[in-house]
């Protein structure tokens, strides 16, 4: 996902390593059988519904020590551990999660969830229709964050956990912990949010846009119904080249490639790939198409775009008048597509709300990834705040919000 | 030298306990500059406050995080924004009223968002910085002031005087005030201005007749209203910060 391919894999958290939580095996959780489908926003149901997910680390016999993790745009629920002994590297966000680590799976029980509308192994558009047999393509309905999170609360009950101790995302990943905590305040004790935001702004909707686009102008693209025959391959990778670009920053693309020819010596004055960058953009693009499905794409940069939290709440500060959990939001000094101003915004809303929050903004030049990437400071705050809740939480002290803090106070 | 300043927050002991006696039990309490979260950790450990912090440093909320105290990071007048009007029974701004690049408009805003102010700060008409400039000829260096003058956060110093007269000219009770040496030796305020190294003060918006009687009774704000302002004024323009007091 980043633009140092390789996050070097410390000898702790090989497979056996005391900071690895191992073999993990996947799991998947089957819900919403007809004739009691889920009722989505966009007013269709949708049923039976599968999530995929992986859990690290021990549920207590309270149920008091779950923590949720959930993805961005375009991951999975392999967030930890290892799949296979050969595996060529372990979860995406293995650097914080394990023995030892900032979410500390001998302390908490950690679930990774992926999301409805994805192809990672839970029900999306490259799913079976059940009507029809064949995949579903663009017939799948139009899913919201509202409704992953739906979707989640169902493998919550699954699992047996009636209120989490706390939960994380980065980007997207915070798009649903927001959601979580006004829509199941009871269940959420406490939400981290990362490189995130209330709303997607235009300019993110913009490169949403154009990553559509060029997916749906690929010859490929047949409307969808491409499952069987040649994928829009094409128009995958310049999605993700766009959204690639939006994940790194001016100066660290600038320190990593500069200028710098790959494979020649001399500009050859024609249009091969010349620059490294370019290689590096088409290589991360390549790479995509082999585990991601377009209409996935599709749907999941749509659910993103339509996520607004005030959106039928009135504002942010009344949407935010539900909730009940602390926070932990912290934004990155140079992500420029989630800018800290966008971290802020939430912040403001959550002080006028009274909740206990702590707000931090990393100083990193990696730009939006970089809280996928090794962080000190990010691993220090994620492994104090969750300490600090789950003495709180077992003491009975987590702060209640303020009974009547108001409403906004001066802009 | 248990009264040495302290390393990592920079702030004093002795002015820690001092403030900490001044916060009622059960109160809620913002603080502007906590430092490593400290004063406040100890607040909702001790007195069953709820406590929030503000602080600029990031090693410094990372501090905070490792005490479960919640913080902002950023500028002061930025962390106080957001909070409703009258959201803490304190605000407490401890050693860095001399760096806030607006005092009025920090103190300003401590008084919208909370009852009362608790503000300390170095006294830069203490006898010994007089004589130093006065001797000397340059800019007077001490424990409490130990920068040069080019290299200075303290962009705002003041007197013991100047403050007493900053209240008054904002219509502000000093409802309480305590003077101690640069040794840290508690002293009647009696010519606090030249004996007293730091000044401890709560303040108070002057919403009616004054009935505080303490030492500078005379000189609080009377209760008056000048210049139109009415008490609780909370304009919205932020840029207006100078005529909220």
Redesign the interface.
């Known amino acids: 996902m980043s633009i140092d391919d390789a996050v070097p894999i410390s000898e702790g958290s090989r497979l056996g390593g005391p900071e690895s939580v191992g073999l993990i095996v996947p799991q998947t959780v089957t819900f919403a059988e007809p004739p009691d489908e889920m009722p989505l926003d966009c007013g269709r149901r949708l049923g039976p519904i599968t999530l995929a997910y992986e859990t690290y680390g021990t549920l207590s016999p309270a149920a008091d020590n779950a923590v949720l993790i959930l993805h961005a745009l375009s991951g999975n629920a392999h967030a930890a551990g290892w799949h296979a002994p050969d595996d060529r590297k372990p979860g995406w966000w293995d650097i914080v999660i394990g023995p030892g680590k900032a979410f500390d799976t001998r302390r908490y029980f950690v679930v990774c969830s992926n999301i409805l509308g994805g192809c990672k192994g839970s029900t999306g558009p490259a799913s079976v229709n059940p009507a029809t047999g064949k995949p579903w393509g663009l017939d799948f309905p139009m899913v919201t964050m509202a409704d992953m999170v739906r979707a989640q609360a169902r493998l919550a009950d699954h699992l047996g956990i009636g209120r989490w101790l706390s939960m994380a995302g980065g980007s997207m990943g915070g798009f649903q912990a927001l959601e979580w905590t006004v829509r199941y305040p009871a269940r959420v004790a406490s939400a981290i949010l990362m490189a995130t935001s209330a709303r997607l702004g235009a300019q993110a909707i913009a490169f949403d846009e154009v990553g559509r686009q060029a997916i749906m102008a690929d010859p490929n693209f047949r409307g969808g119904a491409y499952y069987g025959g040649e994928p829009p391959r094409a128009g995958l990778a310049i999605a993700r080249m766009i959204g690639h670009i939006t994940y790194l920053s001016d100066g660290r693309m600038h320190e990593k490639f500069g200028r710098r020819l790959q494979d020649r010596d001399r500009l050859g004055y024609d249009f091969r790939t010349e620059f490294q960058v370019e290689s590096y953009l088409r290589y991360q693009g390549d790479a995509f198409v082999r585990r991601f499905d377009a209409n996935a794409y599709l749907y999941i940069t749509k659910a993103m775009d339509y996520f607004d939290l005030a959106e039928g709440r009135g504002s942010l500060v009344e949407a935010l008048e539900a909730a009940r959990a602390?926070f932990?939001v912290l934004s990155i000094t140079s992500d420029w597509l989630f800018p800290t101003a966008q971290s802020?915004e939430i912040?403001?809303?959550l002080?006028?709300n009274?909740l206990?929050?702590?707000?931090?903004?990393?100083?990193s030049p990696h730009g939006h990834d970089a809280f996928l990437l090794p962080n000190p400071?990010l691993a220090?705050?994620v492994a104090?705040?969750l300490?600090?809740i789950q003495?709180?939480v077992r003491a009975g002290s987590a702060?209640p919000p303020?009974e009547n803090?108001?409403?906004?106070?001066?802009? | 030298m248990t009264d040495a300043p302290d390393p990592r927050s920079g702030k004093l002991r002795l002015d820690y306990e001092l403030i900490e006696s001044m916060v009622p039990e059960g109160a809620r309490v913002l603080d502007l500059g906590c430092g490593d979260g400290r004063l406040l950790a100890d607040l909702i450990a001790r007195k069953g406050c709820v406590g929030r912090g503000i602080e600029i440093d990031d090693e410094a909320v990372l501090a905070c995080l490792q005490r479960g105290v919640p913080v902002y990071h950023g500028d002061m007048l930025e962390g106080l924004g957001g909070y409703a009007d009258g959201h803490f029974d304190v605000a407490i701004l401890s050693q860095t009223l001399q760096q806030a690049s607006d005092p009025p408009a920090v103190i300003g805003d401590m008084l919208r968002v909370a009852e009362r102010a608790i503000i300390s700060f170095p006294n830069f008409g203490h006898w010994s910085i007089r004589l130093r400039l006065l001797l000397g000829g340059r800019m007077p260096q001490t424990t409490a002031l130990p920068h040069e003058w080019f290299s200075t956060p303290n962009v705002h110093l003041c007197t013991v005087k100047d403050f007493r007269a900053f209240c008054e000219s904002r219509h502000l009770c000093r409802s309480e005030e305590i003077y101690l040496t640069p040794r840290f030796r508690r002293i009647s305020p009696v010519l606090a201005n030249w004996r007293a190294g730091m000044a401890i003060v709560q303040i108070r918006r002057c919403d009616g007749p004054c009935t505080w009687q303490g030492p500078s009774a005379s000189t609080a704000g009377g209760g008056r209203k000048r210049d139109g302002v009415s008490e609780g004024t909370r304009t919205p323009d932020p840029l207006d910060h100078n005529q909220v007091l």
């Open positions: 602390a932990l802020k912040v403001r809303a002080k006028a009274g206990a929050t702590t707000f931090l903004e990393l100083d400071a220090s705050a104090g705040f300490e600090n003495r709180q702060e303020d803090p108001g409403k906004e106070g001066r802009p």
